[in-house]
């Protein structure tokens, strides 16, 4: 080479810690090997599922020669993004039969995350977000670079493993009036742990009382009750007061389609004329970024959703894959019990979704991985998904080892 | 109407006690894009003999939209496939090879010795913004030299990743050709070391690309002042029909030791518009160095929408990765191109056999997917007004949207809006 790279003193960047498990996991020849890490689903097998429904709707999409390839518009499938807002907000929304919603499609949960905190950071007064301790990596990395300031509010209590309700609202009480508020809809990641119905309605009041802007991140919808609606409730309760919300969604990992990339981000808005100049406002955010999103995992969500049939069809296999979990929550629970390890391991069956944050600390979590083979991220939570009947044994050993012999 | 969710029957109400901020009545409506509007415009005419020559995405002689035979093969082979959570890091590595071997010539030394960092990218526009905001965290200070004119949507991905931008000379008014030594002057002038935004073949919007002469100045230029220059190739194939020739600009460039970072597009050349997918490359000093950069512009990805979608990766990876798909993928390429190259043959003759005033020579002059008509904005209004004919008000035909069907009525149109000077 004749001369050097202009880029030739870039350091390599770190791994991404979630993902890095998974890398490490896939280098380990051990037989034993258990991925706990990514929040990906799993059969009892073991195996990556594709719904029944999905393939159908794939299949459709295949068959109809009359399909072309062209750009959707800059804020996506039409079809696509009534049907999401509706998923989320309830067919009979008031907000959304006032026309006071406008939703975009982006790219899975990171991508509407992406776009709503760009569209804030350009027009909102109030740059500064809080998100909940602890909450999922990417998020202060989305948030930060989009151009907000990340503070965190109490969320988590390591004693109980269970929500720290007092400091919750403590924190949210003392933020700035006008600030925005990142709250998991259901099924917290990392933690597991969902305020109750009624906590959520005294966050909604505090929240509201103070101008709070809430933005949800819906990333398991279906998964942690097995029921579509019960999960959204968290979101129709904010949207019910006649306030306004962002809500990002994702089809990751309720319909599988994770390496499709197929999310919405929805803005409720006061007015319909409000929610129309916001939506002309989240094109130009999008425009520069990718200028429109994919067609083919949105469409088949679309077609899904629209088809009395297969959407039913599609909440039983999602009931499914959550009862699957919640079986899986309780089989390790009870082998702990059985097995007699030290300490409260209620948590496991209290805790939603596809998360338990286990309370292990990394020198333990080294240690299983090291000693185990069992890969999770090292603030000791893991992918209940990644769980089968055949592997809880040896996690049950796993865990009672690293708490007996490690510190 | 309003759900009780407590047991003391606490109900709400759409009360405006809790201060009922209007968080966005300041938010004015945002300008349309200028050329997905066209688009929009055209979709909502009803008029029968409407030509929609706006955004560049190519048409059959019918004027309809296009699936290429190769990718509907590849479509049929991963149908019922596996859903993947993402592509194996294999298969990724593979497909990235493959889409820079299009870009440096198969047998490039820097393939074999990995001298690149690639990644895949939300086709053109995400590779580009990739690569801006890359620019911008590593050379924070830096700038990006546009040609003047370039396609609209640049002006705001660098704009958003926060990189000023500045123009050089490129087109040439009156001859409708190069400015050429404008062009040169500003490369020289510019400050050692700048970053430049080059298009390698069939130049959007105005389809004026350099000779391989002047190709030759313009790289050894680059390489006395060190300026980097980027490549954002959208349209190989459609220049010429053939995808090696039309790479030739990168492969001088490299020649001459230029160090350079390149964005493809297979929206267009493989019909797969909406599939969003694209490749980023960066040339680097080995493939250490290869693997830290890839690193960042993954990060950089990590927080915008994690990794591009899996399908359209599938099947470019079908295409390139088997020798008869890609075969098949070059002859269609080719015939594309050709459908184009003939309707500009024709639109020109059409025009001189009309006895039009203006000299039409530039529509074969030109090449790839546009014709910079030269028409001014008055004159775009009133072929659209008039005659239901859709363009960027800059000129700017795309000529996929050109057939043996709809040539003569534009070239009527064109004289009417034009036949007085």
Redesign the interface.
């Known amino acids: 080479m004749d001369s050097s790279s202009v880029f030739a003193n870039i350091v390599r960047a770190p791994e991404d810690s979630i993902l890095g498990v998974t890398v490490a996991y896939n280098k380990d020849s051990s037989p034993d090997k258990l991925n706990l890490g990514v929040g990906a689903y799993r059969t009892e097998e073991g195996k990556p599922l594709v719904l029944k429904v999905v393939r159908r709707a794939e299949q459709m999409l295949v068959n109809d020669n009359s399909r072309v390839k062209e750009y959707l518009p800059i804020v996506g499938l039409a079809d696509f993004n009534k049907l999401s807002a509706k998923l989320i907000f309830g067919a009979d929304s008031p907000a959304i039969q006032e026309n006071r919603v406008t939703t975009v499609q982006c790219l899975s949960g990171t991508g509407s995350l992406r776009v709503g905190a760009e569209f804030l950071a350009r027009h909102y007064h109030q740059l500064t977000i809080y998100i909940p301790n602890p909450t999922w990596g990417n998020h202060t990395k989305i948030f930060g670079l989009a151009g907000l300031s990340v503070k965190a509010y109490r969320y988590y209590d390591p004693a109980t493993r269970g929500l720290d309700f007092q400091g919750l609202l403590e924190d949210l009480g003392a933020a700035p009036s006008g600030s925005i508020v990142l709250l998991h809809a259901c099924a917290h990641n990392p933690t597991g742990v969902d305020p109750t119905i009624e906590q959520w309605e005294q966050i909604r009041q505090l929240m509201r009382s103070k101008g709070l802007l809430p933005f949800f991140d819906s990333a398991y919808q279906g998964f942690a009750s097995g029921n579509l609606d019960a999960d959204a409730g968290s979101v129709r309760m904010f949207v019910a007061d006649g306030g306004e919300c962002l809500a990002a969604q994702s089809y990751a990992k309720n319909m599988g389609l994770y390496g499709e990339r197929v999310g919405a981000l929805s803005i409720v808005c006061k007015t319909a004329d409000v929610a129309s100049r916001v939506e002309s406002q989240l094109k130009l955010v999008i425009r520069p970024m990718y200028s429109n999103p994919p067609i083919h995992g949105a469409s088949i969500v679309a077609t899904i959703l629209k088809d009395r049939d297969m959407y039913n069809e599609w909440t039983v296999e999602l009931k499914a894959m959550a009862d699957r979990i919640i079986s899986m929550r309780q089989q390790l629970f009870d082998a702990l019990s059985a097995r007699g390890t030290p300490g409260d391991w209620s948590h496991i069956i209290k805790q939603i979704g596809m998360f338990t944050f286990t309370g292990l600390n990394s020198k333990q979590v080294a240690f299983m991985t090291k000693e185990y083979h069992i890969y999770m991220t090292s603030d000791g939570r893991i992918s209940m998904a990644g769980l089968s009947s055949r592997t809880v044994p040896h996690l049950t050993e796993a865990i009672h080892a690293a708490v007996t012999r490690v510190g | ?3 009780c ?2 047991t003391t029957s606490r109900c ?4 405006t006690s ?13 300008p ?2 200028p050329i ?1 509007s066209v688009t ?1 415009a055209f979709l909502a005419d009803t008029s029968p003999t409407k030509i929609n020559l706006g ?1 560049g ?1 190519y048409r059959d002689d019918e004027g309809k ?3 290429l035979q190769c ?1 509907r093969e590849a ?2 082979k991963i ?2 496939c ?6 194996s890091s294999a298969v990724s590595s593979k497909l990235v090879e493959e889409s820079v071997k299009l870009v440096y010539g198969k047998d490039s030394d820097i393939i074999k010795e990995g ?1 690149f960092a690639g990644v895949q990218a ?2 053109g ?2 590779a580009c ?1 990739l690569f801006a905001e890359f620019q911008r965290r ?2 924070p200070e830096s700038q990006i030299y546009m040609t003047d004119p370039t396609w609209s ?1 640049h002006h ?2 660098w ?3 926060i990189v000023p931008e500045r123009t050089f000379h490129y087109y040439h008014r009156d001859s409708k050709g190069l400015d050429f030594s404008a062009l040169l002057d500003d490369v020289k002038n510019a400050p050692d ?1 700048s970053f430049f935004l080059l298009h390698p073949c069939a130049h959007n919007p105005t389809g004026v690309d350099p000779t391989e002469e002047q190709w030759r100045e313009i790289s050894y230029l680059f ?1 006395v002042k ?1 300026h ?1 220059p980027f490549f954002d190739m959208a349209y190989q194939g459609f220049a010429s029909g053939d995808l090696d020739r039309d790479a030739r600009s990168i492969h001088i460039f490299v020649e ?4 350079i970072g390149c964005a493809q597009s297979f ?1 267009k050349n493989m ?6 997918v694209g490749c980023l490359n ?4 080995d493939a250490e ?1 290869a ?3 890839k ?2 512009l ?3 990805a ?11 990766i599938l099947l470019v990876s079908g295409i390139l990765c088997d020798p008869n798909m890609k075969a098949l993928w070059v002859k269609e390429v080719k015939a594309m191109a050709n459908r184009i190259q003939s309707l500009r043959t024709t639109l020109q003759k059409s025009l001189e056999h009309l006895s039009s005033p203006l000299n039409w020579e530039h529509i074969t002059n030109q090449v790839g997917m546009f014709c910079f008509s030269g028409l001014t904005p008055e004159q775009v209004d009133r072929l659209l007004r008039e005659f239901h004919i859709y363009m960027t008000l800059d000129g700017r035909m795309s000529m996929a949207g050109v057939t043996t069907g709809n040539v003569s009525y534009l070239a009527n149109a064109i004289h009417e809006v034009t036949k007085f000077g």
């Open positions: 109407m309003w759900k969710f407590s709400f109400s759409t009360s809790n201060k009922a901020l209007k968080w966005w009545d300041h938010v004015a409506p945002a349309k894009d997905t929009e955004v995405a939209p296009v699936v990718v479509e049929a149908a019922g596996d859903f993947l959570e993402s592509v001298r939300l086709s526009t995400g913004r590593f050379y949507n705001n991905i704009r958003d990743a070391g390489k060190n980097f001459d030791g230029n160090v929206a019909g797969l518009y909406g599939h969003r960066v040339l680097c000093n160095q693997v830290a950069i690193s960042q993954q990060l950089i990590r927080a915008m929408y994690s990794s591009p979608p899996v399908h359209g």
